[in-house]
Nanobody
Framework: VQLQASGGGLVQAGGSLRLSCAASGIIFRFRPLAWYRQAPGKQRQLVATITGGGSTSYADFVKGRFIISRDNAKNTVYLQMNSLTSEDTGTYYC???????????????WGQGTLVTVSS
């Protein structure tokens, strides 16, 4: 079982990046998925979630700027990040959550993280 995140990099404020997280070894289509991020010296925080049915939710600090999506045929979840600011700098992690329940519950299945650096 593996989650492989990619797509991070250095971008100027106001720019965009698209992160990808490819999964293997799990029944992907039914799993809720999420992106988290961790800024230096801060706790990991939930950014966005998507259910197996495609319903999405976002943290207030990314609403209107980020879009989470999934392609079940490719076993991949994406995070399109627009209008980036320096506060979006951090390492972004994907997680395949636990099935069932009304809210997203992270599992032990984490990607390795991909670093996003936004220069102002």
């Amino acid at each position: 079982v593996q989650l492989q995140a990619s797509g991070g990099g250095l971008v100027q404020a106001g720019g965009s990046l698209r992160l990808s997280c490819a999964a293997s070894g799990i029944i992907f289509r039914f799993r809720p998925l999420a992106w988290y991020r961790q800024a230096p010296g801060k706790q990991r925080q939930l950014v966005a979630t998507i259910t197996g049915g495609g319903s999405t939710s976002y943290a207030d600090f990314v609403k209107g700027r980020f879009i989470i999506s999934r392609d079940n045929a490719k076993n991949t979840v994406y995070l399109q990040m627009n209008s980036l600011t320096s506060e979006d700098t951090g390492t972004y992690y994907c997680n395949a959550g636990r099935t069932g329940g009304s809210t997203f519950t992270p599992s032990d299945l984490w990607g390795q993280g991909t670093l996003v650096t936004v220069s102002s």
